[in-house]
């Protein structure tokens, strides 16, 4: 079955590893589950080869186009919306590397192929009642990824205010970048000086809102 772009809101996709026709963005965190194949990903930072058993992660808002599989499986994608970030309490460091474009790959536990199963199937058959509660599950897994990836030293979480003022704000780039926006406009989406934007952008994204809006204009002039 041949994946199509994924809906604005939080989906699940089964699907075996193809390439793509053209190069896509959605503005989602992507988490794939990928077995019995390797792809190599075209991104604007370069190419990326997903290797067999692994999960990988990226903003999905960078163009990226899978170019190349080897091996036929299966691919299991998660598509979070950004709003989503908030509730999943990831590390500083986790969330800088991701806003700058890296593809984050991770080793499957074995329990990860059943756990995507379970949670393409409940949200198959029953998105309703299982929606929230998959949605948890998922947020666990993926900060026990970040912990791991990350145990070696200290990050920083940022706290539930930050994120969601930088939520906002890189809502709000998204949504205009294409315009002619000024850091004062970026900083007031969210009710704040220019200062501290600048300050939360450097501390948690590790970069300035006038490269942040660069990137999303890169990204879209791949498209």
């Keep these: 079955m041949r994946m199509t772009d994924p809906d604005p809101g939080f989906n699940i996709q089964q699907h075996q590893p193809h390439c793509m026709a053209v190069p896509h963005t959605h503005p989602h965190l992507e988490v794939n589950l990928i077995r019995g ?3 190599r990903y ?3 930072a370069g190419e990326v080869w997903i290797e067999p058993n692994t999960i990988t992660l990226f903003w999905a808002q960078f163009e990226h186009q899978s170019t190349q599989v080897d091996g036929e499986g299966e691919i299991i994608n998660l598509n979070l919306p950004l709003e989503h970030l ?4 990831l590390p500083a460091s986790f969330l800088s590397r991701l806003f700058q474009g890296a593809m ?3 080793p ?3 329990y990860d192929f059943q756990l995507f199963r379970q949670w393409y199937q409940d949200l198959k058959e029953r998105p309703e009642r299982a929606g929230t509660q998959v949605l948890e599950e998922i947020a666990v897994r993926l900060r026990r990824m970040a912990m791991d990836g990350f145990e070696a030293g200290t990050v920083e979480t940022p706290a539930p205010k930050d ?3 930088l939520q906002l704000m890189t809502q709000f780039v998204l949504q205009r970048f294409r315009d002619d926006i000024r850091v004062e406009d ?7 000086s220019v200062a501290m934007a600048r300050r939360l952008f450097k501390r948690y994204l590790g970069m300035g809102v006038h490269q942040f809006v660069r990137r999303m204009r890169l990204a879209q002039a791949h498209k």
């Excluded at 908030?86 to 309490?89: D, F, G, P, Q, R």
């Design 42 to 44: 075209d991104t604007p």
């Design 37 to 39: 194949a390797r792809m």
């Design 108 to 110: 499957v536990m074995p």
């Design 104 to 106: 984050i790959q991770v």
């Design 186 to 192: 970026v900083a007031e989406s969210a009710g704040l």
């Design 163 to 165: 994120l969601t003022r």
């Design 86 to 89: 908030s509730e999943l309490h």
